[in-house]
């Protein structure tokens, strides 16, 4: 079936009875709603922003398979009617979803959907609410698996009654049905960016539709129940807002670097910079993005590198004295706020390493400076001499 066919039957089957205004609306929405592909640079810095209402929209395309039970009925019931193999053919799909955040997330998540699948003879069409538990793994953000329950309404048509002789001399109660479902679902996200996965589920929806089938020339009938379908479906995940997926460090300070599952990089750095001449803490000529001693008792699995440098006024006997009385001050700063000797690696490389020239003021500021490293001891990390095991 070409695809502007399908749509036409997808939206005619919305328009029959049976759908209060509300939940045509609720259809249009999901079916016509934009998507945007946005691209995230995992290892920038992500700063926690309250986020929004709606968390991810799913949108699918895929395949089907029915499942129908054939009961007989009067006189050995219909013979004409189609073997239960070919009304359940193969069909295809497509679905939609929003997911959104709630205080119980990572928990669970509240969503709403629907599913609309066309096989060889039969359309169907389910709108579902449900929740969904998405599955962290812990420095894995790549990868998240889910499953997923609800219940929703299932509105089916027979696009051609399923017999083999002219439908003249067949008749079929109930050639549109409808039943409640409950739907459970199981698949993954495999993200692409922060924000752009491509996304496989797999959806079973279990249902109770019956139709009378009858020979009004032979007197005979059958009762075809469709109990169920199978949907396979691969199509795109994608995160409205510039908030962290797959949050597994909710408490993190504020400014430090994240990556994608919300908690610190194995490694990051900043560069704090000095009034000329000067060393103490109260002589910096900028402020820590966060406070040091803080997010070091906060994470004890991370050691601290610093790299003190001068700029190239004075000798270089000076300038190195210089640099060891930087890096020595942060060093009495660190252990007066409870940090221990052995988590803190420190030297001075006096005008050495320059970043830029020191031919002018500016060059010489930036050049006046302690590089402060983080690295996590847990990690296979080289940093300066020292490395740190699994």
Not at 139 to 150: E, I, L, M, Y
Not at 161 to 174: C, E
Not at 225 to 244: A, C, E, I, P, Q
């Amino acid at each position: 079936m070409k695809y502007h066919e399908y749509t036409k039957q997808t939206f005619q089957l919305i328009k029959n009875k049976g759908f209060s205004m509300s939940a045509r609306i609720i259809i249009f929405f999901i079916l016509l709603l934009p998507f945007h592909f946005v691209s995230a640079n995992e290892t920038a810095s992500i700063k926690h922003k309250k986020a929004p209402i709606v968390d991810r929209f799913i949108i699918n395309v895929g395949v089907n398979k029915l499942f129908f039970k054939e009961e007989k009925g009067a006189n050995g019931g219909v013979k004409e009617i189609k073997p239960v193999d070919d009304i359940t053919a193969i069909g295809g799909g497509v679905s939609g979803a929003l997911i959104f955040n709630t205080p119980l997330k990572p928990y669970f998540s509240p969503y709403i959907d629907i599913a609309s699948y066309i096989n060889k003879d039969r359309y169907s069409i389910i709108p579902g609410i449900g929740i969904r538990h998405d599955f962290n793994f812990k420095n894995v953000s790549w990868f998240q698996p889910f499953v997923a329950t609800g219940v929703g309404y299932n509105r089916s048509k027979w696009t051609k009654i399923p017999i083999n002789i002219s439908k003249d001399l067949i008749t079929a109660k109930d050639n549109v049905g409808s039943s409640a479902v409950w739907t459970v679902q199981a698949g993954s996200d495999f993200y692409m960016t922060n924000d752009l996965a491509i996304n496989l589920t797999a959806r079973y929806d279990m249902y109770d539709i019956s139709t009378d089938i009858t020979n009004t020339t032979m007197g005979t009938t059958t009762k075809l129940k469709d109990t169920g379908s199978l949907g396979v479906l691969l199509g795109f995940t994608y995160h409205f807002g510039n908030t962290v997926r797959n949050d597994l460090c909710p408490n993190t300070l504020p400014n430090v670097p994240l990556g994608a599952t919300g908690c610190p990089l194995n490694y990051f750095k900043l560069t704090l910079n000095y009034v000329f001449a000067k060393y103490g803490m109260t002589d910096l000529t900028n402020e820590a993005l966060f406070d040091i001693p803080a997010f070091l008792k906060k994470h004890p699995n991370y050691d601290i590198k610093l790299t003190a440098y001068a700029d190239s006024i004075g000798s270089n006997q000076f300038n190195l004295k210089l640099s060891q009385k930087r890096e020595k001050a942060v060093v009495e700063y660190l252990l007066g706020n409870g940090i221990a000797k052995s988590r803190i690696e420190a030297n001075g490389r006096g005008s050495t390493e320059p970043l830029v020239d020191n031919d002018t003021e500016v060059h010489r500021d930036i050049n006046r400076r302690i590089l402060v490293e983080f690295y996590r001891t847990d990690k296979d990390l080289t940093i300066g001499t020292k490395k740190k095991a699994k």
